[in-house]
């Protein structure tokens, strides 16, 4: 799952590119040339000019709600501050202790934080 | 004694510790009580709403509502909202027992015994955009003595900062390492 450059990434990237000018260029001649020059081409069934500045405004109105709605997602999904969340978790559950080796650098382990107070608030003289 | 510390919003708080014998221990936190300026300011905020309400709307029940709307929520902020003092009691072979008793004199108090107790612990938290130290007690299940089954955060509306936290934390220290010496009875 590498973000290096491969032939099918290239080949998606240049249809994507003529597929969104494709999709601009249609836009702009629907916005901008009068119905009855379109009508005369024969092409009739359009959707109502009235989105082609709904659609726009819709967009960027999302945009500035989706800064809002993430803002909000992000605070509901902290931890409150009675839960076992903010203590430990799954894998800390899980963790094995790998046996301790002299003069060996020691597992990486996550400690219980009785003991990391102990550590911090509790100076040994 | 009683020392002055700053909470987590800079507001004045005092600790204030007792010693009632060897394994019993109370630590208190008192809130600096409701400020004569506030009070000021939210009353006159209402009612000039309200007199503003009443000069668009020439109905003379708008005054009367806000002078009662001031009073009846007052009396429920004094009673359910503004915490006054919070208390931990530490009885080293029973439990611990947490006070909170707000500004009308409501007292609301929790026991956990100290079989339920597996630590009291300083923790970190993210808290309304801050990361904030405060002071929790780790329950256990009675079977799993490994694992924590419940965190009961305290003094939660005083909200002290680490060096008072610390204060706390070692009192409360002193006590709990006594139960490990001393033989368990069930």
């Not at chain 2, 909470?7 to 009580?33: D, F, K, T």
């Not at chain 2, 009662?68 to 009673?79: E, R, V």
């Amino acid at each position: 799952n590498s973000p290096a450059p491969l032939p099918e990434r290239a080949i998606y990237g240049f249809a994507l590119f003529l597929g969104s000018w494709f999709g601009f260029i249609l836009y702009l001649i629907w916005a901008y040339v009068p119905e009855t020059w379109l009508f005369s081409f024969g092409l009739t069934y359009w959707p109502q000019r009235y989105w082609a500045v709904a659609l726009p405004a819709y967009l960027l109105v999302a945009i500035g709600i989706g800064y809002v709605l993430l803002f909000g997602i992000n605070m509901m999904s902290t931890a409150p501050l009675n839960s076992t969340h903010t203590v430990t978790d799954n894998y800390a559950k899980k963790q094995q202790q790998k046996k301790f080796q002299e003069e060996a650098i020691p597992a990486l382990r996550d400690i219980p934080i009785s003991e990391v107070n102990r550590m911090f608030f509790l100076p040994e003289k | 004694e009683e020392r002055r510390y700053r909470s987590a919003s800079g507001a004045p708080i005092a600790l204030r510790r007792r010693q009632h014998s060897a394994s019993c221990r109370e630590l208190a936190v008192r809130c600096p009580r409701l400020q004569l300026r506030s009070l000021s300011a939210a009353t006159s905020a209402v009612w000039l709403a309200a007199y503003g309400l009443f000069v668009l709307s020439e109905n003379s029940m708008v005054l009367s509502a806000a002078i009662f709307i001031t009073l009846i929520g007052l009396i429920i902020y004094l009673h359910f909202v503004k915490i006054d003092q919070e208390s931990l009691l530490v009885i080293g072979s029973l439990g611990i027992q947490v006070t909170s008793s707000y500004a009308s004199g409501k007292e609301s108090t929790t026991f956990i015994e100290m079989g339920r107790v597996k630590d009291v612990v300083i923790n970190e938290a993210i808290h309304m955009q801050k990361v904030i130290y405060y002071l929790c007690i780790l329950l256990q299940d009675p079977g799993d003595p490994q694992g924590v089954s419940e965190v009961v955060p305290l003094f939660q509306s005083s909200k002290p900062r680490l060096d008072c936290l610390i204060e706390v934390y070692k009192s409360c220290q002193e006590i709990l390492e006594q139960r490990k010496t001393a033989p368990q009875s069930s």
